[in-house]
């Protein structure tokens, strides 16, 4: 069966310090991969989605990257955290034949 | 561009009255449409789409074109169904969710 592990649960940073916030897909090939935040009121934006190795698209300028060195991962990256980046991330894979996502735990992020 | 727009961020009905959740949705193609719901301390789920014509839960969605629409409906709300109700598209593989509606159904 197909799993999603994303990781860490919680993670409090420092203003200006990196990022890296990691998921990976068992189960399954080439997945399209997602990562969201979800805020209340705002619902889940958006920030990059990868339908192959290496091919990130961006919906929202920030201060975040992505990257997808693997099949089935899926990284979310900074090299500088502002205050503005705390949040609920979520990572999702969705089956090309039925569309379905299926979402990690998330990561509440939050930086001081 | 692609969006989808939830008009409602919380909606609160009796137990057994009929429930809309509303959702519009604008796309250049022919996007497939979703409603994914969260329950408490769970994780976000698929609920049901509309390309597999399906009542999930007694919930049904109904796709109008000429709207835009796909409005999640259920004739006789129960208690069970308070969680957060997502719509969502996916065109070329980009998959949009909509602001989403906090549903409480009261006793």
């Known amino acids: 069966s197909q799993t999603i592990h994303q990781w860490p649960a919680t993670l409090v940073q420092p203003v200006g310090s990196p990022l890296s916030l990691e998921c990976t897909v068992e189960?399954?090939?080439?997945?399209?991969l997602y990562w969201y935040r979800q805020a209340a009121g705002r619902g889940l934006q958006l920030l990059f989605y990868s339908v192959g190795i290496g091919q990130i698209s961006s919906e929202v300028p920030q201060n975040l990257s992505a990257s997808r060195p693997q099949d089935r991962q899926f990284i979310l990256s900074s090299k500088k955290l502002l205050l503005s980046d705390s949040g609920f991330y979520l990572c999702?894979?969705?089956?090309?034949?039925?569309?379905?996502?299926?979402f990690g735990q998330g990561t509440r992020l939050t930086v001081v | 561009a692609q969006r989808v727009t939830q008009p409602e961020k919380l909606l609160s009905v009796f137990k057994g009255a009929p429930v809309e959740l509303k959702c519009n949705y604008s796309y250049s193609g022919s996007p497939e449409l979703f409603w994914y719901v969260q329950y408490s301390r769970q994780r976000l789920q698929l609920l049901l789409r509309?390309?597999s014509r399906e009542s999930i839960k007694g919930f049904t969605a109904d796709l109008n074109k000429g709207e835009t629409s796909f409005h999640l409906k259920k004739p006789f709300a129960q208690e069970e169904d308070s969680a957060m109700y997502y719509c969502a598209s996916m065109g070329a593989q980009k998959l949009v969710f909509g602001q989403g509606t906090r549903l409480t159904i009261n006793p």
């Open positions: 189960g399954t090939s080439n997945p399209n």
């Open positions: 999702a894979w969705s089956v090309h034949l039925t569309l379905e996502a299926f």
């Open positions: 509309h390309i």
